[in-house]
């Protein structure tokens, strides 16, 4: 399920991947429970009707003499970036304005997959993506050792004080064509009983790619470079679903990279525990420092369009 549709996802014979409604337009059987994949078909479950990936088109029912012209199961607009089968969603139907550009280190081979993480998360979308723009959460939440955890009852306990995160961050929108993007640059340092670790400093460069999509590069001083993936798919208004993967330089030891991906979960799930119970504030109260929120609160607005579904208003409801 993605956006709130139910989808069937495969790959035909010839090694194509597609991305179909998942519900039998004969009688609403679930392609992606059962179905099989013919040729460049999936075959449906329940009474083996074909239908083609690149169009939809019903190709063959069993027991049918003729298939009907309008026989067709919705097609969905999808590509195959960086090891992702990713979905193209517009409210109005509108075909890919932008495509996904492939990071050539994961293409070549240079860099390899190390293990990935998946939350969900009771949060409307927009949340999870304004984090970066939000240069004042990090010293706060993101600051203590995360030796500490995430649980926010004790990640400010004494125990733990010994170790903390130093944060720089900068957050900008890209200019034409690539107004669809954003980066944000961070640079990570850390001290143990007050003292600089050169182990953990960590550049990481930041790019946002659409309203569900963020490529975060990690550039360690000696320990070799990296990506980290990261998709924010909302199953419903309120319900995103993250992944985390993670690419490493084939050649540092693996636990290197699965050390960062643990790090960066720890801290993402901090923000979880923020976004699982905080309200959306169409009006924040914000002072001068927070000026790069409404920047990038501008810059998501253009993922919305006229059908967009909105939700209730959640001030000014009287009893
Ligand atoms: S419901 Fe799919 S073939 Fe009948
Ligand atoms: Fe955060």
Not at 88 to 94: A, D, L, R, S, V
Not at 116 to 130: G, L, M, S, V
Not at 214 to 219: C, P, T, Y
Request: aromatic residues 12%.
């Amino acid at each position: 399920m993605s956006a709130g549709e139910q989808l069937a996802a495969f790959r035909s014979q010839d090694g194509q991947a597609y991305v179909v409604d998942a519900y039998c337009p004969h009688l609403g059987a679930n392609l992606s429970a059962g179905g099989r994949v013919v040729g460049n078909c999936i075959e449906c479950p329940f009474h083996g009707w074909q239908f083609q990936g690149e169009d939809g088109k019903c190709t063959h029912i069993p027991y049918a003499g003729k298939v009907p012209e309008f026989a067709r199961v919705r097609t969905w607009p999808s590509c195959e970036v960086n090891g992702m089968l990713l979905l193209w969603y517009h409210c109005e139907g509108i075909s890919p304005t932008w495509a996904v550009p492939e990071q050539r280190e994961i293409v070549t081979g240079e860099w390899v997959f190390r293990g990935q993480t998946e939350h969900f998360i009771d949060a409307h979308i927009q949340e999870i993506p304004e984090n970066a723009a939000d240069s004042a959460h990090l010293a706060f939440l993101h600051g203590p050792g995360i030796l500490g955890g995430s649980d926010l009852r004790y990640t400010r306990s004494k125990l733990w004080d010994f170790m903390k995160h130093i944060w720089k961050a900068e957050w900008w929108p890209e200019l034409e064509p690539n107004e669809h993007c954003s980066r944000l640059l961070v640079q990570h340092s850390a001290t143990v009983f007050g003292k600089h670790v050169s182990l953990m400093d960590l550049t990481v460069s930041v790019r946002q790619v659409g309203p569900g999509l963020v490529f975060l590069i990690f550039e360690h001083a000696f320990l070799g470079h990296g990506i980290i993936l990261q998709t924010v798919t909302p199953l419903e208004p309120l319900l995103q679903n993250v992944v985390h993967k993670i690419y490493y330089q084939k050649n540092i030891p693996a636990i290197i990279p699965k050390f960062i991906l643990r790090a960066e979960c720890i801290q993402f799930e901090r923000d979880m525990t923020i976004w699982n119970n905080k309200q959306y504030l169409p009006k924040p109260l914000l002072v001068r420092e927070d000026s790069s929120i409404q920047k990038h609160r501008r810059w998501y607005a253009q993922f919305y369009s006229e059908k967009s579904m909105r939700l209730p208003v959640q001030e000014g409801l009287d009893w």
